[in-house]
């Protein structure tokens, strides 16, 4: 690229340090005068009220502790399910049919912490044979979507003597706000994305 570029990120940065330095310029020029216009301009009988309109609207604090997070729109396109590169190689891939889906990648903006984002909603995939090689793993990927809602854990039953493990997993995604789905095979696993894409 040339150094003239006006579209680079260099050029960009340089021209909003830029703004901003005049705008500093400008506020400290203009400090002095403006606490001597204030003085001069004080009412003496006025009431201190508030103005509320449609677009100052006032209110009350009580509303605002119980309001819910928004939740974030998720950013397919339609009904097209984002798949993490981590599940690059998954075999729940392919029996992903009839439906579209499209890997996505952490970003340096942006960091990705589902494996798959169904019309908004995270699911977080775990094969119980992986868990068992490697337990600390769940609690791990869990940990970043426990504060918002309407995540789903899917996972794929293919080990005998699971009882143990699935007590385990049903009270660790409990209490992560986790609702936990159970697939006995991956193409189970597809089914139920499928089914929640529709």
Known sequence: MSSNNTTSFESILAKANKREQLVQDDNAQSMPSKPAEVNQK?????????????????????????????????????????????????????????????????????????????????????????????????DKKLQPLASSGGNILLCVVDIEDSENILKELTQMSMFSGFTLLLAFSFEQAAKYLMFMNK
Do not use: C, M
Request: aromatic share 10%; charged share 25%; net charge positive.
């Open 42 to 138: 004080q009412p003496t009988n006025r009431k201190d009220h508030k103005v509320v309109n449609a677009f100052n609207q006032q209110r009350p604090q009580e509303n605002k502790a119980q309001e819910l997070p928004q939740k974030r729109p998720y950013e397919g396109a339609g009904r097209t399910i984002l798949v993490s590169t981590t599940q690059t190689g998954n075999p729940l891939l392919r029996s992903l049919t009839n439906t579209n889906w499209r890997y996505v990648k952490t970003s340096a903006t942006t960091k990705i912490h589902y494996d798959y984002q169904v019309r908004g909603r995270n699911v977080i995939f775990l094969s119980l044979k992986y868990h068992k090689l490697r337990p600390e793993y769940i």
